[in-house]
Every structure is written in C-alpha cells, then in structure tokens.
C-alpha cells in the first residue's frame, strides 16, 4: 500500500510540474490578395471568392479542450507520432493492447493535430466544422471499459463525420446557414451503431453545401459555415473533390482515424479520389440513411472513407445494421465478416473489366499492366452508348420532397425552415454571406414541375440505363468488376444502384492523386473490398502529403 502511495505521488508531481503551453489563437486575416491571385487559376470554380469561414470560430470550437491540451506538449505529440500517424486500425489497436496508447492519448493527439495545422493560415485546410467537447471525457471511459479483442474495432478510436450526419450533442448544418442552429438531435441510424461498436465521435467534417446540390459551377469543398475546404496535395492548386471534401480531406491529413462521407452521385469516390484515400459507396440499401440531411431517398448512402482498405473493411462492418425506419435496409444486412474476407483476397484469375477510353491516361494504362502482371485476367470493352436523361429531375422532385421531411422528422424542432422555398428566401436576405455562387440548383428545384406519374417513369428509366450500362459488360464478360477512374462512372453506378470502391492508384506530374475504381453488382462489397485490398498490397502507391508529416 506504502509503494502504491509513493507511485500516487511520484505521478502526481510529474503532472504537477508539467509546463502548461500557451493557448493557441485561431486568427482571421486579409484574405484579399490570395482570393486575387486564385482568379488566375485555371479551373473555373477554383476562382475562389472567399476562403475563410464568415460564421466559424475555431477558438470556440476548441475552447472545450484548452485545459487538457495546454498539458499537452509538442513532445507529447511527436512521441505519439509513429504509433497513430498513418497507421492502420489493426496497429494503433495493437498499440493500445500493448500500452503504448491510450485511446485519450489517441483523441489529443487528433485534437493537437488539428489545432497545430488549422490555426496556421498558410496550411489550414478548413476541413473540421465543429468538434465534440464531450470526446476527452469519452476516450477515458473507453480506456476503463477496454475489452479484450479490440484488433479489428472502431472500439475507443476518434472518426469524423460528414456534416449533414446527425449527432446528438453536436450541430448538423449540411454547411447552411439555414441549419447553423440544428443542434438539437438524435443520433442517425448509422452513429448509434458506431456508437454500439465502441467509436469516439471525435466531430464533423466540412463539405460542399447542400451535399452540393445547391450553387451551379461553384468551388467544391465549400461551404458558408465551414468556408473553404483544400486540398493537402496542393493547396488552392488541386481541387478537394466533393460534396464529402472535409471528410477525405481530413482522412488525407491525418486528422482522424477515419471518416464517413454520403454520396449521392461521386460524392464519396471524387473526394476519396482527389485526397488519395480509400472511399465505398456501398449499394443502395446495405447502410441506413435515416437522420441524415438528404438529395434523393433514391440514390443517397453513407460510406467509409479511410487510409486503407482494410480500415474500409472494419468501418463498413461497424455501420451495417437492418433500419426499420429506412425500408431500403429490410433484408440487405447479411451477416458478412468483412476483414476475414480480405486474408483470402487475390488478384490471380479475377476478370476485370476495362474501359477502352480510359486506356488514353497514362497512369490508368500503366496500373492494367501491373493488374496483368500480378495474375488478373484483363477483359477491354466498350461500353453501351447510353445516356442518363433525366437525372436533374430525379434529384430537384427528390430533394423538394426530402428535404421537407427531414426538417420535420429529424431537425431540431427550434428550425423554422420547412422547405426548399425557405432556404431560398432566407439566403436573399444576406446572399454575400449565405450564398456568395448563387443559390441556383434550389433555384431550380422550386422550377421543375415533373408530375408524380412522369417522375416515376424517370426514375424507372434511369435505373434501367444505369443497370444496362454496367451489367451488358459483367453479364457478357463474366466480370468480377469493372475498372474506373475516380468519380467518372459514378452516375451510372448511382442510378444502377451498384457499389464502388476506389483505391489510389498514382499521382499525375503535377502531384495530383488519382485512383482506380471498382465497380461490381449489388451487395458485393465483400468481393470489392477483396479486390481492393488485393490491388492496395500489391501496389502501395499512396503518399502522404508531404506539407502535412
């Protein structure tokens, strides 16, 4: 007992003389000379107007925390360092098994991470919209409640969440300055089973406005409450893709140990693509989209998006479960075990399907061969000659009822707004700031007229061309997969209501990341994940952006 007193004391006198670090000061500055130079950029929409935030104050965002990480050093950082940075969630777990972390030490070291980059006007990345104050408190629970097999959990580890996800004790403004006051909610389906599974909320990820469906020819990655979000491969040169930019931004950066994005069309592979990380859009109906701000209850799914596949295979797992209040789940939820599925994962004899057009870019030509080389069978098509007339309707008659429903089922009862109507008018009250590209996609929701019985036939239909053009090939060519660049087949994908992954697959001269896309049937995310993590090992062609070690 006498030996247990002097350790008490020893510890405690540590901590007592540890020196306490000087609060870090977020600062707003004149932006005026970067957004002049930025005109010259020769995208369109990278002609930024504004890149900081006119409503987000990351002091008051990080105030929960100041006490802790004032005893938190850069030492302290550093130490972590090679345990938690770019480490898979197998490793950081065993780490944690072992000693060596802590999942409170895990959660400051995110919380470090973010403070040390984003209060730094030259390298902040405008990824994070807010962050949970209660996060600290529930990383020490985990470490009392530790269980036993935690090698292959979410069990204790910090992920973000796209900011139209809700989260009870935390805002959900989907980036509008229409929702800046959504504070009030349940959990959507998907974070209780986070929740069940052991994951730390550690907060929300930035993202295109609306889930950009919102401003026409606008910058991707912004937003009017998280302001501009950029790209750690190169910043204000590459775009961040999106709608879910924070969310692969921030996975790029190393802010958390993974993070969920929604896609509704390449909202999750052109972001997972652009910041060279590993992104699935799940099929229609294998993960719940109840709580979650909408486009289209046709085409909308959350996904994992990660550093690797085998963090995708365990963050996937954590998210599935049947939703009685989402019908599209009834009877999807197969009891898969999807990491175990990996250890068999080869690419030796597996029919992969390649898009002739594509065989131009050089990167996508070089990485077919190194698929021939490491055993797959390469099949070239071209595909069928179909377009996806219609799809704008699809998404204006979704979103105007959606939307709606929504605001009335799962915002706070506080928000006024019941309509795409009132998001329109509140925002010409003050467009500079709540909608400095316009408002012209809700402008032209409010425009479009389908009756119920032509919306139906377009839905129909474009679900019938989607299904045509990706099934002919794998149906007549006894496909595995079918292989992609980025986000370029996502619409067709999104109305056939097929799953995605894609993994990166090299970088251009100019630095900018690019990734091969897999895309197979329904309900196959076992055999792409399989695929994917085939291809990763095989490859490793992922860098870390080197402005952000």
Not at 169 to 188: E, H, I, Q, V, Y
Not at 455 to 462: R, T
Not at 492 to 515: D, H, Q, R, W
Request: proline share 5%; hydrophobic share 35%.
């Amino acid at each position: 007992m006498r030996k247990l007193t002097i350790i008490l004391g020893i510890l405690i006198l540590f901590i007592s003389c540890k020196k306490k670090e000087l609060p870090v000061v977020f600062s707003h500055y004149d932006e005026s000379s970067e957004i002049a130079e930025q005109q010259n950029h020769q995208i369109n929409r990278m002609k930024f107007k504004l890149i900081q935030s006119k409503y987000l104050d990351m002091n008051l965002v990080f105030k929960p925390f100041e006490e802790e990480l004032a005893y938190f050093s850069e030492k302290d950082y550093y130490n972590l360092e090679p345990y938690i940075l770019e480490k898979d969630i197998p490793s950081i777990q065993q780490s944690v098994k072992s000693g060596i972390l802590t999942y409170e030490k895990i959660v400051l070291f995110y919380l470090y991470r973010i403070r040390k980059f984003e209060s730094n006007n030259e390298l902040a990345l405008h990824s994070i919209i807010s962050l949970n104050p209660e996060v600290i408190n529930q990383a020490r629970e985990k470490d009392l409640k530790r269980p036993e097999n935690i090698i292959n959990t979410l069990y204790g580890l910090p992920i973000l969440l796209k900011d139209n996800i809700n989260t009870a004790g935390m805002p959900t403004t989907a980036g509008a300055f229409a929702l800046k006051d959504n504070n009030s909610t349940d959990d959507a389906f998907i974070v209780k089973k986070l929740k069940e599974n052991g994951a730390l909320i550690l907060g929300k990820a930035n993202l295109s406005e609306w889930a950009y469906y919102f401003c026409s020819g606008c910058p991707v990655g912004y937003s009017a409450i998280g302001g501009q979000t950029l790209n750690p491969y190169g910043r204000k040169v590459f775009e961040t893709g999106g709608s879910s930019s924070g969310s692969g931004v921030s996975i790029a950066a190393n802010y958390a140990i993974a993070a969920v994005g929604t896609e509704t069309s390449g909202s999750i592979l052109s972001p997972s693509s652009q910041n060279s990380v590993v992104g699935l859009k799940p099929t229609i109906g294998l993960l719940s989209r109840t709580g979650i701000v909408p486009i289209s209850s046709t085409l909308d799914t959350p996904g994992p998006m990660t550093k690797s596949v085998i963090d995708n295979a365990i963050f996937l797992s954590a998210m599935t479960g049947e939703d009685i209040k989402d019908t599209t789940t009834k009877g999807n939820i197969l009891e898969l075990n999807y990491v175990e599925a990996l250890k068999s994962a080869t690419l030796k004899g597996k029919r992969l399907g390649v898009i002739k057009q594509l065989l131009s870019d050089s990167i996508y030509k070089i990485t077919i061969d190194k698929l021939k080389g490491a055993g797959a069978e390469i099949i070239e098509f071209e595909p069928p000659q179909i377009g996806l007339n219609g799809f704008l309707t699809l998404l204006n008659i979704d979103m105007k009822n959606d939307l709606p429903n929504y605001l009335k089922n799962y915002a706070d009862k506080n928000i006024q707004i019941t309509s795409v109507d009132d998001v329109v008018k509140l925002n010409l009250l003050d467009s500079i700031k709540r909608a400095p590209y316009g408002q012209q996609l809700f402008e032209g929701i409010l425009q479009d007229t389908t009756s119920k019985e032509k919306f139906s036939l377009v839905k129909q239909n474009l679900h019938e061309s989607g299904v045509e053009f990706l099934n002919t090939p794998i149906e007549d060519y006894e496909l595995d997969a079918i292989l992609s660049i980025n986000n370029y087949h996502a619409g067709f994908a999104a109305v056939a209501k097929y799953p995605c992954l894609t993994v990166p697959m090299g970088y251009k001269n100019s630095g900018e990341p690019i990734s091969l896309t897999f895309i197979a049937k329904p309900f196959h995310e076992e055999k792409l994940l399989e695929l994917g993590y085939a291809f990763e090992q095989f490859t490793k062609v992922r860098k870390f952006p080197k402005s952000y070690k």
